[in-house]
């Protein structure tokens, strides 16, 4: 026969249930405050778009690992934590789109700048090239350190510079900065390539 409780215990073990009951009713007036804030944030990174992920990755990475944990949480039924952890991630979410649009002006902003140095100084560069190239390859001994071969290497890599400086203005054109900028500095290392063999640098002596 089971042995009796006492009255103490019975109080007690009343206590812990009426504890138990309260904190259940506590959690399940948490869920659905927990489950909106969750959705919340998701709808701030549905309408960021693409653009965090294209400059501003580690942000982006960052709050979504964030809701993640929120979501884990809440699959735990740890609702009150959710509740209390989720207006900063709502506050990072909301952040994503305006600081990924600062970061595009910034980067819009430094490649028009490189650009109008680029458009500035690469034609005349490449057409000092293509004066080197006529003139080394019209010499009846190639500078020392060369010969026909390499000459011929030369010629080919100054006409590969101008295709790709024809292609980056036309990447400008159509608005394609970033390919536009690639290419000429392309083209840049291709006619200093070049200037810098034996025999094509500025200064250089004819060899006649």
């Not at 536009?180 to 200064?203: C, E, H, K, S």
């Amino acid at each position: 026969m089971p042995a009796r409780r006492s009255p103490r215990q019975v109080r007690s073990i009343v206590l812990l249930v009426l504890v138990a009951t309260w904190l259940a009713a506590c959690a399940n007036r948490q869920q659905e405050p927990a489950r909106a804030a969750i959705a919340a944030i998701e709808a701030e990174l549905a309408a960021a778009g693409t653009a965090p992920a294209k400059y501003i990755p580690g942000e982006l990475e960052d709050t979504q690992t964030r809701l993640d944990a929120l979501k884990q949480q809440y699959a735990a039924q740890q609702f009150g934590a959710v509740v209390d952890a989720a207006p900063e991630v709502l506050a990072a979410a909301r952040q994503l789109a305006p600081t990924a649009a600062a970061r595009a002006g910034e980067l819009e902003k430094a490649l028009q700048s490189e650009w109008t140095g680029l458009s500035a100084g690469l034609p005349g560069e490449l057409a000092a090239v293509q004066a080197a190239v006529t003139r080394v390859a019209a010499l009846r001994t190639p500078p020392e350190g060369l010969d026909t071969a390499k000459v011929q290497v030369a010629r080919q890599r100054a006409t590969d510079a101008q295709a790709l400086w024809d292609r980056a203005q036309a990447e400008q054109g159509a608005g394609r900065l970033p390919e536009a900028v690639t290419l000429a500095n392309q083209a840049r290392d291709l006619a200093q390539q070049i200037m810098a063999l034996p025999g094509f640098g500025a200064g250089t002596a004819a060899v006649k």
